[in-house]
T-cell receptor, first 110, second 116 residues
């Protein structure tokens, strides 16, 4: 069974700070996705990374896929209260369904 | 487009009761999924379907059943509700390229189920 470990589990920071959350596995994934989930709603896809070493930017969010395609990170610059939510990583291995991590719950305080 | 819709939004069941959670999508997606999300946990796959008439078990299928008679609908059935099934249930759909389930999953708003 492929497992994805996310860290930290919880993160509370002040507005304007930078942060990085991690998604790690001992398995190789063909692609990795990051979702954000707000209270009372379903997850929404932020980005998909496919190539080892790939870096994608989405405004203040920077996503990186590890060279060996076993891990990923999400870096947020100058966090804002609107960034508050549960960040989930999900790995895909060919034709098998996505495997989700437990998530990092981020709270950005104004 | 409505995307993925789920009904009901909330439900309280007594132990042993049965119910069906409804899920519909209007994006003509072939793949559909049911997940449960427990507090402090990620999403666990219950069942999924790659097309009408085809279903397969996920990580936690015990106590649940599904059917996929049309592309649009993917209901989840609980036959004998147990307290361990208290959770938030999410339905999702995707339209993969190349036969692989690696593309964007679109989630519904969820059904919050409590079994007492």
């Amino acid at each position: 069974t492929q497992l994805l470990e996310q860290s930290p589990q919880f993160l509370s920071i002040q507005e304007g700070e930078n942060l990085t959350v991690y998604c790690n596995s001992s398995s190789v994934f063909s692609s990795l996705q990051w979702y954000r989930q707000e209270p009372g709603e379903g997850p929404v896809l932020l980005v998909t990374v496919v190539t080892g070493g790939e870096v994608k930017k989405l405004k203040r969010l920077t996503f990186q896929f590890g060279d060996a395609r076993k891990d990923s990170s999400l870096h947020i610059t100058a966090a804002q209260p609107g960034d508050t939510g549960l960040y989930l990583c999900a790995g895909a291995g060919g034709n098998t369904p996505l495997v989700f991590g437990k998530g990092t719950r981020l709270s950005v305080i104004a | 487009n409505a995307g993925v819709t789920q009904t009901p939004k909330f439900r309280i069941l007594k132990i042993g009761q049965s119910m069906t959670l409804q899920c519909a999508q209007d994006m003509n997606h072939n793949y559909m999924y049911w997940y449960r999300q427990d507090p402090g946990m990620g999403l666990k796959l219950i069942y999924y379907s790659v097309g009408a008439g085809i279903t397969d078990k996920g990580e936690v299928p015990n106590g649940y059943n599904v059917s996929r008679s049309t592309t649009e609908d993917f209901p989840l059935r609980l036959e004998l509700a147990a307290p361990s099934q208290t959770s938030v249930y999410f339905c999702a759909s995707s339209q993969p390229r190349g036969g692989a389930s690696t593309d964007t999953q679109y989630f519904g708003p969820g059904t919050r189920l409590t079994v007492l």
